[in-house]
């Protein structure tokens, strides 16, 4: 069937090889560029164009000979202008990152942004340097981009990525009295390789190997010199002219031939650019030559096209076809992917050409609708997933409408079908429309689009300030935004000269910085590394997230904001390390006044130094007047050094009365007194009294019998009574000294009781001593007592007498566990009585 639908521009290279031709857009370019005299340089998957005046051409004698570098989208708008002052201007090309590589002539390579504005630069050495270069190429790595030179001596260097240039120089090709008429750059095995022609000779130069190969290879027709050579963009494939104008194609490595095409022209091509296959990029068919004003594509079964052009024709290769750039228009050549052939193509008789016409009567109300869809109904699932997929690789608007409503025509006659590659397209097409507008200059295909991710093309739409789109892609896909509302905050830190209007201007976009995943000290930062502190400062004062702020205001020199933002965040190692830093750059005593009005910064730093520098502990006590931590600390100091503590003590007291502390300083006071009593005592009777406490010293003067000394120091210390009785009647029973106990226990009517004195008589094991105590205290204690000593038979008539009869029988059980049957017959005659008198 043919639909002769949007077909005018296709063409057949072969059986089954279809090509066409699309329109990208109709260029305008400014007066100032003639494409006829200007040499272009175009970045891949729709990037930016880089224009300059052919290189090659003679120099006019007293003309400025600087070249102007002028970069353009893809659809002709003017991006930036570079005004060239630098060296002698060899060759350009693109980064993948988008960045314009300019080689010179000293083996300097400058780097610059798509708005004009230098990056960085880099050597490719000093041999390359001192012996100056003649070509350059700039290639796709396993490792990034690439750059190779040759030099005067024709000797390689190469660097496998700019961004991190490690030079290394390729194997020397022979000495020879000829120059190398051609050169090429491939990867293979993911190490850079050079092609190296020199008239008939053919020279591999690989990274890693020590000797050059000479290669063979044959062709069917004569010829003098290979003068051109062409890698696709694969890797996979070459094409090698030669100055008879015949053209071999094969795999680049040279092993197998696919043909040789006689062009008919022996004059040079300006370029021969391979057209990979939209649906594998591992194939390619095709290669596109250019002549002037003439543009010829060969296929590799030998079969060719030939249109005619403007004089100036410029290709840019692409991944999945060529670009073709011309004056006054832009085009793309690329093979007509199968699923587009099986609906447009001449007849054709699949179920997704019967699905598209079926819709296309259904539009216009016919029942050939009807007649259409019944040829398919068993294969519609095909039909429909076709008509999606052919969608994707249309740019005409129109023709996406088309089929996209195809498929959803046809969907709706399956039963369960799943929308999900249906409403992807659907979102993917949006996109792909939105970048490929002539305001923005993206031509993407969908395979460049799959293959870059939405990630890097909402990167690059940033980059180039489209920050509208960018977010409207960003919610039309459901990814985040942060990337590009920070890059805009960049863009307003870079170009605003009002700090206020800046801040506010971020506030009021960042009013959820949490739920939209942006940092203030991420900016903040930005703000820092443009020289703009007080912008930095402002910016780092709306984080939410204090621990994030305190890094780089330390950085900034704001240490008494960054000592409140770590105290705020309760962070106690945030805390420590602004401390620290603090320390290290402030003098002593502005630092102590820094501390003094962060309450958690100063303990935590007071115990920093009672760890490890006490000095310093007792500096701060001193400049606070905080004498009870004074005194605290001295204590502590003297206690585990005995020796001062007697001298220390007077010290600690007037510290502890400073801080009105009476009881603390009376204690200090007392001890003091206490200690030197003691010394007075090791002089009397050379023991050591050094070190013990009140109780220990009057209990030592106590077995000593120093009366005296005992009342003066318990008159001195204000001993209390009770303290005193109970030491002494423990020290006189445990020396079995009763006679001195009872008059002891006579002396005055005693302050502790008897019960102590019955105890310490019981501990002893006299028995009858105790007994002269028991007597003496009271009722309610007294059988509890007997009971202590043993003494039943006195508990039970004591208890008798008290007509106490739970106490009898508390008696009786114990004695029940004896063998004294009097007793325990006396004990039962006594419950009976008073049981009866009750």
């Known amino acids: 069937m043919s639909l002769l639908y949007n077909i005018g521009d296709w063409f057949t290279l072969g059986t089954g090889n279809t090509y066409r031709k699309i329109e990208l857009y109709s260029m305008d370019f400014s007066d100032e560029v003639d494409l006829n005299h200007m040499k272009i340089f175009g970045s891949p998957f729709g990037g930016p164009i880089a224009i300059t005046k052919n290189l090659n051409e003679p120099k006019k004698v007293g003309v400025n000979t600087k070249p102007v570098i002028y970069i353009f989208s893809s659809s002709g708008k003017l991006i930036s202008k570079i005004n060239w002052n630098s060296g002698v201007l060899l060759t350009m090309g693109w980064s993948d990152s988008e960045e314009l590589l300019c080689i010179q002539e000293n083996g300097i390579v400058l780097i610059y942004n798509i708005f004009g504005q230098y990056q960085h630069k880099f050597s490719m050495g000093q041999e390359a340097t001192d012996t100056q270069i003649v070509d350059g190429r700039i290639y796709p790595s396993s490792q990034g981009t690439g750059i190779a030179v040759m030099t005067t001596h024709f000797r390689i260097f190469i660097a496998n990525n700019y961004q991190d240039p490690k030079v290394r120089f390729l194997p020397e090709i022979p000495k020879s009295v000829l120059d190398p008429t051609s050169w090429t750059v491939l990867i293979e095995d993911r190490k850079t390789t050079c092609l190296i022609a020199r008239d008939q000779e053919l020279f591999k130069v690989k990274q890693d190997d020590n000797i050059c190969t000479a290669v063979c290879i044959s062709f069917d027709f004569e010829f003098k010199a290979i003068r051109f050579m062409s890698v696709s963009y694969n890797n996979r494939h070459i094409a090698i002219y030669t100055n008879t104008g ?152 129109e023709t996406q409408k088309s089929l996209i409503s195809a498929a959803h025509f046809g969907k709706g006659f399956i ?95 960042f009013k959820d910085p949490l739920k939209l995943g942006i940092s203030f000290c991420t900016i903040a930062k ?125 010290d600690i007291s007037s510290n502890y009365k400073r801080a009105h502390k009476d009881i603390e300083a009376e204690i200090c006071d007392d001890h003091r007194k206490l200690m030197k009593q003691q010394k007075t005592l090791e002089e009397k009777y050379a023991r050591a009294f050094h070190g013990l406490s009140l109780h220990d010293t009057v209990r030592e003067l106590l077995v000593l019998g120093d009366l005296k000394m005992v009342e003066k120091v ?19 029973s445990g020396n079995y000294q009763w006679e001195e106990l009872e008059k002891f226990s006579k002396s005055k009517k005693s302050p502790i009781g008897y019960e102590h004195f019955v105890d310490a008589c019981l501990k002893a094991r006299n028995i009858n001593e105790a007994k002269k105590y028991i007597i003496k205290c ?44 009097n007793l325990i017959s006396k004990i039962e005659s006594l419950i009976a009585s008073v049981s009866s008198k009750k």
């Open 246 to 397: 015949i053209l071999w194609l094969g795999t680049s490595d040279l092993r197998t031939k696919y043909c040789e095409f006689n062009c008919g022209r022996t004059e040079m091509p300006k370029q021969i650019e391979w057209c990979c296959d939209i649906e594998d990029p591992m194939k390619a068919d095709a290669v596109v030559i250019t002549y002037p004003s003439i543009l010829l594509i060969v296929g590799i079964n030998g079969d060719s096209n030939i249109y005619t052009y403007d004089p100036a024709i410029f290709l840019i290769p692409e991944s999945d076809g060529v670009r073709v750039l011309t004056n006054n228009y832009h085009e793309l050549i690329q093979k007509v992917p199968k699923c587009v052939t099986s609906i447009f193509g001449i007849n054709i008789s699949e179920p997704s050409s019967f699905l598209f016409e079926s819709y296309r009567k259904f539009c216009e109300r016919s029942h050939q609708s009807d007649e259409y869809l019944c040829l398919i109904m068993d294969k519609i699932e095909i039909a429909v997933d076709e008509c999606i997929k052919a969608a994707g690789y249309e740019f005409d608007t």
């Open 714 to 732: 318990k008159n001195d210390h204000k001993m209390s009574d009770k303290h005193y009785w109970h030491l002494k009647v423990e020290i006189l």
């Open 526 to 650: 930005r703000a820092e590394e443009v020289g703009k502190t007080k912008l930095a400062i402002k910016l780092l004062e709306l984080e939410p997230n204090q621990s994030l702020q305190v890094p780089l205001l330390l950085k900034l020199g704001e240490n008494k904001k960054a000592l409140l933002a770590a105290t705020q965040s309760g962070d106690t190692d945030l805390i420590y390390m602004v401390l620290m830093q603090l320390k290290d750059q402030t003098p002593l005593s502005k630092f102590q006044m820094i501390i003094r009005e962060f309450p958690l910064a100063q303990n935590l730093y007071k115990k920093y130094c009672s760890l490890n520098n006490i000095t310093a502990l007792k500096d701060i006590y001193l400049q606070e007047d905080d004498f009870l931590a004074q005194a605290e600390m001295s204590l502590e100091e003297a206690l585990d050094s005995h020796i001062k503590l007697d001298s220390s003590l007077l």
């Open 415 to 509: 039963h369960g079908h799943n929308p999900d590659d249906y409403i992807r397209m659907c979102k993917i097409l949006r996109v792909l429309n939105a970048v490929r507008k002539e305001d923005i200059g993206i031509p993407l295909t969908i395979n460049q689009f799959l293959h870059l991710t939405p990630a890097v093309i909402i990167d690059r739409l940033v980059f180039r300030k489209h920050y509208s789109l960018a977010i409207q892609i960003s919610k039309h896909l459901n990814l985040s935004e942060s990337r590009i509302m920070e890059h805009w905050a960049y863009h307003k830190i870079m170009y605003d000269n009002n700090d206020n209007e800046i801040v506010q201007k971020i506030s009021e976009k």
């Open 778 to 821: 009271r009722e309610d204690k007294r059988i509890i007592l007997y009971n202590r000593a043993g003494l039943y038979e006195d508990s039970a008539k004591l208890a008798f007498e008290l007509r106490d009869t739970q106490s009898l029988i508390n008696i009786h059980n114990i004695v029940s566990l004896t063998n004294e049957n």
